[in-house]
């Protein structure tokens, strides 16, 4: 084993090394994404401002355990911890924290926790490790020594990437951009000439705001171009003559496009006709309805933010493109995640439970109320035979105990809530 970390090349040292602190190491490595969710699980109680959404979250997540990984290998190898390079998911959030206005000071806080989760991890399994105390004694400070020359480094090349980024997002029209933004979301801004100087995008215009995210960090840390790539088709299937787009983190953006032209109903069914074709593999869009000029320019983006939430919650039963006006109802009644379960259970009860046999019951019911009780028509959306339906919607009634045709207004508000219950559980638990 060649030793560069000076502090390991003593004949004993290199046994300690050898004996403890490799394996130790190695399951580090192999337990990586666990000790990564848990470290992230800690700085979000510390620091929930810093994780506004599930993409934040995600890109932490891999954040994290690509620098486990990172010091696991380098443990192993006994190398020089002064002498690494951030990870690329790493720096791809050094970078989007300055354009979410994360302050440095917060982002360097995170870096501490991290190291405090890690250095209770390895003492735990030093201590256990190593019977001899004089052993003990040798691996306790030298991974005291290289974790610290770690963390170090790695902030000092994080402080660095934030500090390049952002000077350039300074000295552009990034920042008036942002802030321009925020006040005309937040309602601040009431003058649509001077939104439109501020944010270089005329909004005396027809709108439709999206947000596109990914689920998880790409390969090459970088989400922004297939990001990118789903704005300009959606630009192009709207006849779009502008577009805006701003980040929300490394993983999301969000975006307006616009035309002089009133954007209509049919223009979005017609790209929610083709949204396989629209949205580009492992997308998600959110799209809120067109509005106008800058009330409708705000609206918009509310709307397909709630949609993301809404298409958040909903998870695999979704699909890639998820419209404001088919969630509507859910974003509305989801609102207060607590009273929406509870509302949820007592309208369904074991009709809400969580399994593919019984979810699809309750599905074929809500069609089949949305249909006016029409089992033709509900068997045409549904691609199956009108007995099929008239059997599944006798299943729902013996588990809801009870006739459809009571209290039917709470039981099809229950069913176009029902998809989210399974996102409305986990964050319940997550919270917990």
Known sequence: MQVEWPPAREPAAQRVWREVLRPIAAEMRASADDLAARAVARMRSELPE??????TVEENLVSTEASLRQLAQIIELAGDPCRLDLPPP????????????????????????????????????????????????????LATGFLFAYADGA????????????????????????????EILSGRERDGRRASSRLRYEVNRHHVGAIAWVEHAPESGDAQPVLDDAFTTLAHLLGAESTLVH????????????????????????????RTQAVPPGVRVALGEPGRGLEGFRRTHIEADHARRVASLIGPHGGA???????????????????????????????AADDETTYR?????????????????????????????SYRVRQAEEILGRSVDIDTLELRVALVMLPAVSGLRRSQVNEL
């Not at 090349?157 to 925020?182: C, S």
């Not at 249909?371 to 099929?388: D, F, G, I, M």
């Open 50 to 55: 810093l994780f506004p959404d599930a993409q």
């Open 90 to 141: 790493t720096l791809a959030i050094a970078r989007s924290a300055v354009q979410r206005q994360v302050a440095l000071a917060d982002l360097m806080r995170f870096y501490r926790l991290a190291q405090e989760q890690v250095w209770q991890w390895m003492f735990a399994r030093i201590t256990a490790a190593a019977r001899d105390a004089g052993d003990q004694a040798t691996a306790l400070e």
């Open 155 to 182: 902030m000092l090349r994080a402080e660095k990437a934030y500090e390049v980024e952002r000077e350039v997002w300074l000295r552009g029209a990034a920042a008036a951009r942002a802030v321009a933004i925020e």
């Open 247 to 274: 980040p929300l983190s490394s993983l999301a953006v969000a975006g307006w496009v616009s035309r002089h032209q009133v954007l209509t109903v049919a223009d979005l069914d017609a790209v929610t006709g083709v």
């Open 321 to 351: 493109l998820t419209r404001y006006r088919d969630v509507a109802v859910t974003a509305l009644a989801t609102a207060d995640r607590d009273h929406a379960l509870s509302f949820i259970t007592r309208v369904l009860g074991p009709l």
């Open 361 to 389: 019951l309750a599905m074929t019911l809500s069609v089949y109320l949305e249909e006016n009780r029409s089992r033709t028509r509900a068997a045409e959306r549904l691609t199956v035979h009108p007995n099929t339906v």
